[in-house]
């Protein structure tokens, strides 16, 4: 395949992140003394941080700032990406590879602006990427659209059946998928179905490690 753009999603893709999201809702109640229900999610259609305590203080009614948490919890998560967060394994040959083949690439995230830039500056892998990432948190998209990927394709320049999407998350890949795109997708634990991720996937890996780097020779 000729491929000649790439798009990455960044938490638990390139980043082994997905578990601060995963445990920002039940240590924010349990926080607040409230024990999370059995299974208790933020709805997938709150895509920001004041979205979620917003969510919070509204479903268990409680006595909150707003502003406060919201705060709190930005800090907590600055320190995070700022000096804690780690690189997913291989993921670092997998951008060199794509940088000396001539791919443009660029990031796509539901993380908002400002921490998806610092974690990404931290981290060493702001140099790999060619345009300005796109948050789905600044623009209230969801992956489960494709027009998040369509946008960023078209920052990148190239048309979906000359992309390849870099995903962990099932309903991602799924979506990249159907609007087109090549999918290369890693296991993380934050995602349940891995079987049903590695059906979709052009290529599915335990880690980066293992993705077949000679895809992109010319």
């Not at 039940?26 to 003394?33: C, E, I, M, N, R």
């Not at 796109?134 to 979906?160: D, I, V």
């Amino acid at each position: 395949m000729n491929f000649k753009a790439a798009i990455f999603d960044m938490d638990g893709t390139l980043l082994e992140s997905m578990h601060i999201w995963t445990d920002l809702a039940p240590a924010f109640l349990k926080k607040h003394g409230i024990t999370p229900p059995p299974g208790f999610v933020i709805h997938s259609s709150v895509p920001s941080v004041r979205g979620a305590v917003r969510a919070m203080i509204e479903e268990f009614d409680l006595p909150l700032d707003e502003e406060c948490e919201v705060e709190a919890l930005y800090a907590e998560l600055a320190e995070f990406y700022g000096g804690k967060v780690a690189l997913k394994p291989g993921i670092t040959q997998v951008l060199t590879a794509l940088r000396n083949a001539g791919l443009a690439a660029g990031v796509l995230t539901a993380t908002e602006p400002f921490l998806a830039e610092l974690a990404l500056k931290n981290s060493g892998l702001a140099d790999f990427f060619t345009v300005p990432l796109l948050s789905g948190a600044e623009h209230n998209l969801s992956k489960s659209s494709p027009l998040p990927f369509m946008m960023m394709a078209e920052k990148l320049g190239y048309a979906p059946q000359e992309t390849i999407v870099f995903e962990d998350a099932l309903y991602a890949a799924r979506t990249a998928a159907n609007a087109g795109f090549a999918v290369a997708a890693v296991a993380d634990t934050s995602e349940p179905k891995q079987n049903e991720l590695e059906k979709i996937a052009n290529w599915y890996c335990r880690n980066w490690h293992d993705f077949p780097l000679n895809i992109f020779d010319r």
